[in-house]
């Protein structure tokens, strides 16, 4: 049977929703290996020495290399997310906006669901009956 995801569409789709976090982390990584005084300015409010900047970005870029590569996508997604958990939990800790790393995990997932059939096979979505 056949599927969205299946589809061209559905293809691309997943594309296009894996390069939303793709680009922002790149960006991240990207402002920690520059050590841009905004960077530097929110890892001082975190807690963390500016020492940890390249260490990282090379966590960033190294889950990033894996989630775009189609064979190692999902261990990708899954470094990914731990990485955002961390840092969902340290604006949590000092009651900052957690939103971003949460939306980016959520795109995370749901760029590789779209991309993956393995992904959609473990987590198929169904519709309800219509009795239900």
Known sequence: ???????????WTGRIVSALP???LLMSA???????PQMLEQL???GYAPT???ALAALELGGLALYLVPQTAILGAILLTGYLGGATAAHVRLEQAFVAPVLLGVLL???????DARVRALLPLRRLPVNA
């Not at 056949?2 to 293809?11: P, Q």
């Open 52 to 54: 940890i900047l390249p």
């Open 109 to 115: 997932w749901a760029g590789v669901f779209a991309r």
């Open 30 to 36: 990207f402002t920690k290996l520059t050590a841009t």
């Open 22 to 24: 793709v680009l922002a």
């Open 1 to 11: 049977m056949s599927t969205f995801f299946d589809s061209k569409a559905g293809i």
């Open 44 to 46: 001082g409010k975190l």
